[in-house]
């Protein structure tokens, strides 16, 4: 079947390689590293014991950050009668969980705009990809029995997982066509028609970015079924399969259609859940992904 | 306008002898507005049972029964009783339900409907055939409900977004704060903390003192206000951040905001008669204090103020 649709004019894809990861590695180099406070900001909105002064703190080095955060909540969406000028303010009023999350889900996509390139992937579609991928993965850590503390990190590393797809250029549009032409893994196309694939590139910028292990391993590792050990290993795995799950649910795109759908069973037996369980997440999925999208303004 | 209590207690039913004169009902009032005797009920506790009940003996004989239902918040206490509500089962039944839900949860249909699922309850919410319609509300400054009815809406603070409601009607102010506790500052005063911050510390209380002035305008020159009143002041001290009011708070709060009844409200489901008797004695034993009225809400007893 893959062969009969050969056809598609591959010699478009006629890419240097060597010039290809060159032009990735020197946009990366040229990406502002990650604020600080943005940093921060996710790991204290991620804690649950943070306390007001640590949240307060961390939002308010950063003008920006504050600016927006207080914009979001004088919108519509929060409709309060009174205008909330401060931080303070607005955690007094609303509490700690609403200031943090609202925080956090604006330092995530500023930060993740700040490194895109191409028109390749539309914003709005990828990230909710993104978010059905996180989702999955919270939801599928719950029925692990994970503290809302790591499910909370697992629906970050799903949002981020696919970072490494940002930075490619347009002709990263040739490799979208060919995957879904030849319906195969997109990462199997980016390998073999650019020499570098999205987890590579995602690795760059989370070390540049001083990302955390669990991140960093989701981002870099998310298709590397055979190489996941250990604690991190089933955090990567549940993101993997987050990401499987949002493909077949064909919420939002990431450019890959046609993921390697034998990877779940081996996928759910590393972390210990049958299909049953894979499939029972589907009647909170459609929720939570609405809930976040509306908490993301997406 | 004319109130009618029919559930005070809060937390969970408190039923049995040690209850009787007040009632172990939770929170469910009736309002009732205009010579047309419009219906308006606040909160769908346990109480809400026994005034469908009552509905179904006197309303429907009059005719299809149509009423606004206002929820506080969806806390379990305030939204127990709606399974249990006889009107929605009749297909003539018209009810509006509304309420907030805090920003990240489920509409308000999931949330309260969700509580007719058969894992609770051997009636699903779609088997009803009444005409049902849930609104989900913010805060709003004026809300027309129509014939002349007006309504605001005030957030409060709890740990979940709950609502205060004024209904206002030919000059007459109905007011609801409840579930709520006082803003407070939330953050670090103590000056030797490393994490001490004076200008949050100082920000901190200023905020929470305008922020309680807001509410105290919010129901400013009420008629009748009933305040969250789950505590004394000494238990409070051990209770903070569970989102009640102190007995004494909401009196002083009600004197400044020059209310003239006040019915202290979501009593503790710990507190026997006896000791609500006791209360009673102590902080209104002559019915008022300051030129407010105060009183402890009662299951059945009716406030008039036509």
């Known amino acids: ?298 | 306008m004319k109130v009618r209590f029919w559930g005070v207690r809060g937390s969970i039913p408190s039923p049995g002898m040690i209850t009787r004169k007040y009632g172990g009902n939770t929170a469910c009032v009736e309002l009732r507005v205009g010579q047309d005797e419009r219906l308006i009920i606040i909160d769908a506790g346990s109480g809400i049972r026994t005034l469908g009940n009552a509905l179904m003996a006197t309303d429907l004989l009059n005719g299809p029964i149509k009423t606004d239902i206002f929820l506080s918040h969806t806390h379990w206490d305030h939204i127990m009783g709606y399974p249990f509500f006889t009107p929605i089962y009749v297909p003539t039944t018209e009810v509006k339900i509304y309420g907030p839900v805090s920003f990240e949860d489920d509409p308000l249909e999931a949330v309260v409907g969700g509580q007719m699922k058969y894992r609770y309850f051997p009636v699903n919410v779609g088997e009803l055939s009444s005409n049902i319609e849930f609104i989900r509300l913010k805060e709003d400054p004026l809300i027309d409900l129509g014939d002349d009815l007006q309504l605001s809406t005030k957030l409060l603070n709890h740990p979940i977004t709950s609502l205060g409601y004024r209904f206002e009607y030919n000059g007459k102010v109905v007011c609801t704060c409840y579930d709520t506790e006082p803003f407070r500052n939330l953050f670090i005063t103590d000056p030797s903390d490393p994490d001490y911050d004076e200008a949050m510390a100082l920000e901190g209380d200023e905020v929470a003192i305008e922020q309680n002035m807001v509410v105290e305008e919010f129901f400013a020159g009420a008629d009748l206000l009933i305040h969250d009143a789950q505590y004394t002041q000494e238990e409070y001290a051990a209770r903070i951040n569970w989102g009640h009011t102190s007995i004494e708070y909401a009196i002083a709060a009600a004197n400044r905001a020059g209310v003239k009844k006040l019915a202290l409200f979501h009593h503790d489901p710990d507190r026997t008669d006896d000791q609500l008797d006791q209360l009673a004695l102590q902080y209104c034993g002559s019915g008022k204090s300051g030129e407010t009225e105060v009183f402890f809400a009662r299951e059945g007893m009716v406030v008039d103020l036509t």
């Open chain 1, 1 to 298: 079947m893959i062969g009969q649709q050969s056809d598609y004019p591959r010699e478009n894809m006629e890419l240097n390689k060597a010039e290809q990861r060159k032009n990735i590695e020197k946009f990366i180099r040229r990406m502002p590293s990650l604020s600080t406070t943005v940093g921060k900001v996710m790991e204290i909105c991620s804690r649950t014991d943070a306390s007001p002064n640590e949240l307060n703190k961390v939002i308010s080095l950063d003008p920006v950050l504050t600016g927006q955060v207080l914009k979001l909540i004088n919108s519509a969406y929060y409709s309060l009668v009174n205008k909330v000028t401060s931080l303070t303010r607005a955690i007094t009023m609303l509490g700690m969980n609403t200031v943090k999350n609202i925080a956090l889900s604006t330092a995530i996509i500023r930060t993740v705009s700040s490194a895109k390139r191409s028109k390749a992937l539309p914003t709005a579609k990828f990230w909710a990809h993104s978010i059905g991928a996180g989702v999955s993965a919270k939801l599928l850590g719950e029925l692990k029995g994970f503290s809302p503390m790591e499910r909370e990190e697992l629906f970050l590393a799903g949002l981020l997982h696919d970072l490494g797809k940002v930075p490619f250029g347009d002709e990263y549009i040739e490799v979208l066509n060919f995957a879904r032409w030849e319906q195969r893994p997109l990462i199997e196309m980016e390998r073999e028609l650019m020499g570098i694939d999205h987890e590579e590139v995602g690795l760059m910028i989370a070390e540049k970015w001083k990302l955390n292990k669990v991140i960093t391993g989701c981002i870099s590792s998310h298709h590397d079924v055979d190489r996941l050990e250990g604690e991190i290993g089933q955090q990567i795995a549940l993101v993997s399969l987050g990401n499987i799950y949002a493909n077949i649910l064909d919420h939002g795109y990431a450019g890959d259609p046609f993921p390697a759908e034998e990877n779940i069973e081996r996928l759910l037996d590393f972390v210990d859940l049958s299909m049953k369980d894979f499939g029972s997440i589907g009647n909170s999925v459609g929720d939570e992904i609405h809930r976040a999208e509306m908490f993301l303004q997406i």
